[in-house]
């Protein structure tokens, strides 16, 4: 596993670029990528999309400075926690991820994982493992190894990977806002374009 957990973290870094250190003005294709096929939301709110895997040390590190931008976020932002489904071990860690949301353990378990993973050093990327893990933090093993295959987990993985193929995503973690523009790195600076991002989405609805 430990060779896997290698050979992944390299599609992680594949998505990475150095952010720009200006605070106004970010540059398309520099700063941030423009989706060649960007998707078309309706309705009023402004969707972001964070793609991760529990695995990925740059999703770690990013994931601070993200919980933090969500508690201050605009109102009229939704975000959504997206893990990524691009090969059958970053699979295994989404259905896990859904099959504790539907359950109501999202927000008790997402910081908890990616610490025991990263801090704890625990291989923690299959069914029987993740089932444990998660019975350890409250979850009923039983209701969750029926939703780990079940119709909607499967559902919502196929939504993961679809947006993943859509926005051309090579690695992660890789945050999408609004369908159209897709922002990498792993620093406090992802959050400052995502702003820009958000208001720049705003001005294209007027």
């Given at each position: 596993m430990k060779r896997v957990i290698a050979l992944t973290g390299l599609a992680c870094a594949i998505g990475l670029s150095n952010m720009g250190a200006q605070a106004a003005n970010y540059v398309a294709g520099k700063d941030y990528r423009v989706v060649d096929n960007p998707e078309n939301i309706s309705g009023n709110a402004i969707i972001v999309r964070e793609f991760f895997w529990y695995g990925c040390p740059h999703c770690y590190t990013l994931n601070p400075h993200m919980e933090k931008w969500a508690k201050t976020k605009d109102k009229d932002v939704a975000f959504f926690k997206t893990p990524a489904a691009l090969n059958p071990v970053w699979e295994a860690s989404a259905r896990g991820f859904y099959a504790a949301q539907l359950l109501g353990y999202e927000d008790k378990t997402h910081d908890a994982l990616f610490e025991a993973v990263h801090k704890d050093g625990k291989q923690l990327f299959d069914q029987a493992s993740l089932s444990k893990w998660y019975a350890t933090k409250g979850?009923?093993?039983?209701?969750?190894?029926?939703?780990?295959?079940?119709?909607?987990?499967?559902?919502?993985?196929?939504?993961?990977?679809?947006?993943?193929?859509?926005?051309?995503?090579?690695?992660?973690?890789?945050?999408?806002?609004?369908?159209?523009?897709?922002?990498?790195?792993?620093?406090?600076?992802?959050?400052?374009?995502?702003?820009?991002?958000?208001?720049?989405?705003?001005?294209?609805?007027?």
């Open positions: 979850v009923d093993q039983k209701k969750f190894n029926s939703l780990y295959n079940s119709f909607a987990v499967g559902t919502k993985v196929g939504r993961s990977q679809t947006g993943a193929k859509r926005y051309q995503l090579s690695g992660v973690p890789a945050v999408v806002v609004q369908g159209k523009y897709v922002v990498t790195g792993e620093g406090a600076q992802v959050t400052k374009v995502i702003d820009y991002l958000v208001n720049k989405v705003r001005a294209e609805k007027k």
